[in-house]
């Protein structure tokens, strides 16, 4: 187990690092935008797993945290405010956006949280591109660096997927995957099942809203009501399931493969991706609910006692 | 003035009860939450749009079109993907088949793009200026037939549920599923059924948008919305509340576009979605739970 750990970490430095030096190996623009669309796809994918994945609620209103954090940031940056604060204060306005909805919401079972957080994203959608009908430039557009975007977007993801990884191996993290498994018997153990939902979507809007502000970093020019679209809470949902929600690697796989499939099938047979990635993500939802990651450890497993044996270890209980 | 927002209102709200109906209704039965409703009513659209223009059909003779190819559809559909998640119990089984249809609009509206392009259609037709005055209010005449058609389906459906053998045994359902199946009814063909109705329901609707609305492959979500918001305001799974919901829904709306601006006339509506789930969960005319 501990050779295990010490060969994971190694993992994770080297990819850490070749993630730090790839920009200045390899310096074409439209690779390195490439791999920043898979960051701010990882981030975006883990923070949604945060509150989808390991406490069970499903968000269908992401793109609201992505949206109002990039909204803040753009509007404040543009504005003349430095960056970093900007950056922040999206962040925290994300935040007090989810509380606003999570605590009514979260007082009522089921359903109720994820058709009121669709609805959420749509209002904010309609009323920002009421509100803003014009385009939204980059105030210095002659300096623009690709480079100090990168890395934003690179720390983003190592301080989104770190702070998801160490949640959920807390005491807390034990409990939002209690309220999972069943919020009756958690609450009968003494476990909030309200404090832990809303802590989990705190954390998972604030890192929402944080790739939101480096989304507006980022793009040059776009309608400030783009970041609000459904597709920004349904791809990485897609993503998160498909690699495998409630785990921390789940996300990670879903979003290279969602990416690196989409520009696959965008250089041969055109926009088909989105209907293949619908039909992906029906069959992992209905068949296969841990995503690759289990199809992953079934194979293991398959050829670890080879393919006459029985299975002698007790099937796993289907997440929820 | 007040008067014709009230008629606009209510007239453009049996519109969104239709739409609502067949959605209410497999939730009711089936507790399948199908949020890819609103591309049903993009198909039931481009069904009557193709029949309209290719065979020259009246608008209004298409909805015979739309219900049946709608119903085929929300069968087929059924059975490939959603029977699956029958023996899931309820809350998994909500949040699955949420997550399902979801899937399911993504894949709906890209092979409309493909098919039919993302150009927007339109059904017009002779009559559709047409309008006469009652005490100085306007009742255009295809406004007025979305409450003779809501109406009509919404008879039609309480009729079917009410006298025929498949309706009591879909009531049955609804009351106690385990019940009804050791007493012999099929639970998976009337949970194939009401789907299917359903399905059929949103065709109809479709045919109603494509007149008085435009139709689009990305439409989907926006009709979904609506029939979410409807269906909250009249109680899940209520079929009378559906149309209640709908008025009030159509009356907000315009009473926003009026008082307010017509851009924010879908925001009004939900924020008062928004502000129903908050305070009044079991719907405005819903009982309190337990």
Redesign the interface.
């Known amino acids: 187990m501990n050779k295990k750990r010490t060969i994971s970490i190694v993992l994770l430095m080297i990819a850490i690092i070749g993630l730090a030096l790839f920009p200045l190996l390899i310096k074409k623009d439209s690779t390195i935008n490439l791999v920043i669309l898979i960051l701010l796809y990882m981030s975006l994918a883990s923070s949604w797993n945060i509150l989808g994945g390991y406490t069970g609620q ?1 968000n ?1 209103g992401h793109a609201a945290f992505f949206g109002i954090g990039s909204l803040a940031t753009r509007l404040l940056w543009t504005g003349g405010f430095p960056f970093l604060p900007s950056f922040l204060v999206g962040g925290l306005i994300a935040v007090a956006l989810a509380l606003l ?1 999570g605590i ?2 979260f007082k ?5 949280f ?3 957080t ?3 994203a ?2 904010l959608n ?2 920002v591109g ?1 509100l803003f009908p014009e385009m939204s430039y980059n105030p210095d557009i002659s300096n623009y660096q690709l480079l100090p975007r990168y890395y934003l977007f690179l720390v983003l993801v190592i301080l989104t997927i770190g702070s998801a990884y160490f949640l959920v191996n807390s005491k807390w993290g034990l409990g939002m995957m209690a309220v999972r498994e069943g919020e009756d018997a958690a609450e009968s153990l003494g476990i909030s099942a309200l404090r832990h939902k809303l802590l989990a979507l705190t954390v998972s809007a604030f890192f929402a809203g944080l790739v939101g502000g480096a989304f507006a970093y980022y793009h040059v020019s776009y309608y400030l009501n783009m970041p609000f679209s ?1 597709e920004w809470t ?1 791809d990485p ?2 993503m998160a ?1 498909i690699g495998g929600t409630g785990t921390i690697i789940g996300p990670i796989i879903g979003s290279i493969f969602f990416v690196g499939l989409k520009q696959l099938l965008v250089w041969n047979v055109g ?2 991706h ?2 293949i ?3 992906l ?2 069959l992992i ?2 068949f296969l609910p841990g995503g690759l990651v289990e199809l992953w450890k079934k194979a293991q497993t398959y050829l670890r006692r080879g393919p006459g044996q029985k299975k002698t270890t007790k099937p796993q209980v289907a997440k ?1 | 003035m007040l008067g014709q927002i009230l008629v606009f209102g209510i007239l453009v709200g049996a519109l969104y009860g239709l739409v609502a109906l067949g959605l209410s209704l497999v939730f009711g039965v089936t507790k399948i ?1 199908n ?1 890819a409703h609103g591309e049903l009513v993009m198909i039931g659209g481009y069904a009557s749009f193709w029949a309209f223009s290719q065979l020259g059909l009246d608008p209004y003779l298409t909805i015979i079109i739309s219900f049946v190819s709608l119903f085929l559809i929300g069968a087929f559909l059924y059975k490939l ?1 959603f029977s ?2 029958v023996k899931l ?1 309820e ?2 089984k ?3 088949t ?3 249809a ?3 609009s ?2 709906l ?3 409309a793009l493909r098919f039919w392009t993302a150009d927007e259609r339109g059904i017009t037709t002779s009559y559709l200026g047409t309008a006469f005055t009652v005490l100085g209010v306007r009742f255009p005449v295809v406004r007025l037939a979305n409450l003779a058609v809501a109406v009509f389906f919404l008879v039609a459906l309480q009729l079917f549920l009410r006298k025929t053998y498949t309706g009591k045994a879909i009531r049955a359902t609804v009351q106690n599923w385990e019940a009804a199946s050791l007493m012999g009814i099929s639970i998976h063909k009337v949970y194939l059924i009401s789907f299917a109705i359903g399905a059929a329901l949103a065709g109809v609707a479709g045919t109603l948008v494509a007149v008085n609305y435009s139709i689009q492959p990305s439409m989907g ?1 926006t009709w979904t ?1 609506k029939a ?2 409807v269906m ?1 305001l009249g109680g899940l799974g209520s079929i009378p509340g559906t149309l209640v919901g709908g008025l009030i829904l159509g009356v907000t709306e315009s009473a926003t576009s009026y008082f307010i ?1 017509s ?2 006339s ?2 009004a509506g ?2 008062l ?2 502000l129903v ?2 305070f009044r ?1 079991q719907g405005l005319f819903g009982a309190k739970e337990g």
């Open positions: 499903t269908l909805i009514p919401a009522l079972r089921g359903v109720y994820a058709i009121g669709l609805a959420l749509q209002i309609i009323t009421n459904p349904f949902m897609m399931y926009e088909y989105l209907i990635f619908g039909t993500f029906i939802v209905l929820t | 939450l949020v993907i699956r998640t119990p809350e998994t909500i949040k699955n949420l997550l399902v979801f899937g399911l993504i894949i509206q890209n092979l979500l919305l979410l918001i909250v601006d851009n924010y879908a925001v939900l924020v979605f928004l789930l908050i969960p």
